[in-house]
């Protein structure tokens, strides 16, 4: 047999090395490590869908996808973002800036 691991052994055996996963009573999230990301000087651009089903990140070909479970008004979806952002970066909050995008759903940060 192989050392490969199967899905369906168990729940946490199908979630990634680096990848986070909250507890049923909380809020689910799927953030990766992107950690090496976090250099100052930094801009990543991405793309947000409000109103999704989780909290996640998603690495594309194209970028990086934002999920966030907000409604996009009065800038919570903003905020969203930047607190998924900042824990897959493992940066705080305060250390991301949004260049573009304030109201748009592609928006490039800058990390400080």
């Known amino acids: 047999m192989?050392?490969?691991v199967r899905p369906w052994s168990s729940p946490e055996a199908a979630i990634p090395v680096g990848w986070a996963r909250a507890s049923r009573y909380g809020t689910v999230m799927d953030i990766p490590d992107l950690s090496a990301l976090a250099q100052p000087g930094t801009t990543i651009a991405l793309r947000v869908t409000p109103k999704a089903a989780r909290n996640r990140i998603v690495a594309e070909e194209g970028g990086l996808r934002v999920y966030v479970t907000t409604v996009p008004e009065d800038g919570k979806a903003n905020a969203a973002v930047v607190k998924l952002l900042?824990?897959?970066?493992?940066?705080?909050?305060?250390?991301?800036?949004?260049?573009?995008?304030?109201?748009s759903r592609d928006k490039v940060f800058q990390v400080d």
């Open 86 to 103: 900042a824990k897959a970066l493992g940066v705080p909050k305060s250390r991301l800036t949004l260049l573009r995008g304030h109201t």
């Open 2 to 4: 192989s050392a490969s």
